[in-house]
C-alpha cells in the first residue's frame, strides 16, 4: 500500500528471493503449494504485473492519474504489516462493548511443550484456543459459587519479541460471568492467581493429552505436572484495562498482531546472514541478533497459521449474538460497581488507502493535481481476471450519453468533459 519500496522491504523480498528453495530443502514441511503460494504472492506484493492495480484518472479534465498496485496482505508481508494491524484492530474494537470492564489475561506454556505445538499446529492450536475459555469459565465459577459464563475475545499469538515459536493466548475477557440460572451478571473484583494457574495447567495437559493421545504424550504431560507444582505461567494484567487506555485494541495489537520483525528492524544481510533488533520483554532493552538466513526465514514462516485458520474467536457471552441479548443486563450491573469505567472504548475504523496514502505523504492520491477535483476508477486490473473494469469502454458504450441528452452539460460539472457518446475530450495518447 503507501509503503513504498523502502530499503528493509527490499532486503527483505531479497532474502526471500534468493533462499526460500534452499530453505525448503532444508525444512521439508514447507515444501508445500501452499507455502509457495504465499511467498510468491508477497514477493509481488505491490507489484502491478503480478498483483493487479486499481488506476484513477481525473474524469474532469482527463489530466490526473493515479496508480494503485494491489498489495498481498500477508502476515507474512513486512510491507503489510501495518494494514494487517489495522484491520486487527477494529476487528476486535467493534466487539468491545462501551460500559463493560474487561481484563486482558495472558495464558502461556512452558518451552517444554513449544516443539509438540509446533509439530502438531494443525491439530492443537484450536483446542487451545477453547480450553483457555474453559478455563476461565471455571476459574470464574469457581470464585464466585455460581456458574458462570464470561464473554471472551481469544487472540492465539504464535511468536515471542524475538521471533521464535512460543505459542500463548491473550485473553480479553470480561469482569465476570452470566449467572444463566439467576439471570444475573456477577462482577468479579479479582482472579485469584495461584488457582488460575494451576488451573490452566490442567486444562492444557488434559487437553494435549486427548488430543495426542500418544505414549510420548501422556510422558511429556507427567514430566509437566512434576516439573510445575505451582502451574503454568498466567498474567492477569492490573486493574481494568480499558480505563487506562483510550482503546484496549490498540493497546493489545501491540502484543498481539504486530509481526515478529518489523520491516524497520532489519539492520545488516550479507547474503547468508541477518542482523536485526527488537524489544525484548523481559530486559525491556533493544537487543541486536545475528542469525543465519534460513534461521530469519524459518522465524518469519513459522507464524503463519494453518490454511483458513481464524486466530481472534469470540467465545461465551461475547458471541455476538447472546452478547447483544444480555448487554443491557451486564451494563446494569456493573453501574452499581464501584470504580466502573464511564468512558466508552473508542471505536476504531480502519485508514482506507487514501487515509493512509494522505498521513505518510502528506498528499491527498485522489485529487486531481491539475484541476484539484476528485479523480474516479479508470482501470481495473486482475492478473487473473484481466480488465475487470474500464471506464473508456464504458464511455464508448454510452454511459453517459443519456444525462447529457436529459440537461445541459455546462450546469453539471461533474459530467461536462463527457457530453456525448461519440466525443471524448481527452488525449487518447495519455491512456497508454
Ligand atoms: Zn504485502
Ligand atoms: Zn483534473
Same mark, same amino acid.
Not at 460500559?99 to 487451545?128: C, D, E, N, W
Not at 504486530?258 to 542482523?275: A, E, M
Given at each position: ?39 510468491? +504472492? ?35 508481508? &513486512? ?82 519479541? @524475538? ?22 451478571? *456477577? ?5 485469584? =492467581?495461584?488457582? &488460575? ?37 498466567? @498474567?492477569?494484567?492490573?486493574?481494568? *484495562? ?31 546472514? %541477518? ?17 543465519? %538466513? ?43 460497581? +464501584? ?6 472504548? +473508542? ?9 493512509? =496514502? ?21 482501470? &481495473? ?52
Amino acid at each position: 500500500m503507501t509503503a513504498e519500496s523502502t530499503p528493509a522491504w527490499n532486503v527483505f523480498k531479497q532474502i526471500f528471493a534468493e533462499h526460500w528453495a534452499g530453505f525448503k530443502r532444508l525444512y521439508p514441511r514447507y515444501d508445500q503449494r501452499y507455502y509457495d503460494s504465499l511467498v510468491d +504472492k508477497m514477493l509481488g506484493c505491490g507489484n502491478p504485473d503480478q498483483m493487479g492495480y486499481l488506476e484513477y484518472r481525473c474524469l474532469h479534465c482527463g489530466e490526473g492519474t493515479h496508480r494503485v498496485a494491489m498489495s498481498c496482505k500477508l502476515s507474512l508481508c &513486512l510491507r503489510c504489516a501495518k494494514v494487517y494491524v489495522d484491520h486487527w484492530v477494529s476487528q476486535v474494537s467493534q466487539m468491545l462493548h462501551a460500559g463493560v470492564i474487561y481484563r486482558h489475561i495472558v495464558l502461556t506454556m512452558p518451552a517444554m511443550l513449544r516443539p509438540t505445538f509446533y509439530q502438531q499446529a494443525k491439530a492443537l492450536l484450536s483446542p487451545f484456543m477453547r480450553c483457555g475459555v474453559r478455563c476461565l469459565d471455571d476459574c470464574f465459577s469457581r470464585v464466585s459459587g455460581r456458574a458462570l459464563k464470561g464473554g471472551y475475545i481469544m487472540v492465539i499469538q504464535t511468536h515471542g519479541r @524475538n521471533g521464535q515459536y512460543n505459542p500463548h493466548l491473550h485473553c480479553i475477557a470480561t469482569s465476570g460471568g452470566w449467572d444463566q440460572q439467576a439471570q444475573q451478571w *456477577v462482577h468479579l473484583e479479582y482472579v485469584p =492467581y495461584p488457582m &488460575l494457574r494451576k488451573k490452566w495447567q490442567w486444562y492444557l495437559l488434559t487437553m494435549l493429552r486427548q488430543t495426542l493421545k500418544t505414549r510420548e504424550s501422556s510422558r511429556l504431560v507427567d514430566a509437566c505436572y512434576t516439573r510445575y507444582r505451582e502451574g503454568f505461567v498466567t @498474567n492477569v494484567q492490573k486493574g481494568d *484495562v480499558p480505563s487506562r487506555y483510550q482503546s484496549l485494541a490498540t493497546y493489545l495489537a501491540k502484543y498481539v498482531v504486530s509481526p515478529p520483525i518489523s520491516l524497520r528492524r532489519i539492520d545488516r544481510y550479507d547474503g547468508q546472514r %541477518v542482523t536485526y533488533h527488537y524489544r525484548s520483554h523481559k530486559s525491556e532493552r533493544v537487543e541486536r541478533e545475528t542469525v543465519t %538466513v534460513y534461521a530469519f526465514i524459518g522465524r518469519m514462516v513459522q507464524h503463519v497459521f494453518p490454511k483458513g485458520f481464524q486466530r481472534v474467536r469470540y467465545y461465551g457471552v461475547q458471541a455476538t449474538k447472546t452478547f447483544t441479548k444480555i448487554k443491557g443486563l451486564i451494563q446494569k450491573a456493573l453501574a452499581q460497581v +464501584k470504580g466502573i469505567i464511564q468512558e466508552a472504548i +473508542k471505536i476504531i475504523v480502519p485508514l482506507t488507502y487514501r487515509q493512509r =496514502y494522505q498521513q505518510t505523504s502528506g498528499r491527498d492520491p485522489l485529487r486531481c493535481p491539475h484541476c484539484q477535483r476528485e479523480m474516479g476508477v479508470w482501470r &481495473l486490473w486482475h492478473p487473473t481476471y484481466g480488465l475487470i473494469h474500464d471506464e473508456l469502454r464504458a464511455i464508448a458504450g454510452g454511459k453517459y450519453t443519456s444525462q447529457a441528452s436529459r440537461a445541459d452539460p455546462a450546469a453539471k460539472p461533474g459530467r461536462t468533459v463527457w457530453p456525448a457518446a461519440r466525443g471524448i475530450p481527452l488525449p487518447l495518447s495519455r491512456l497508454q
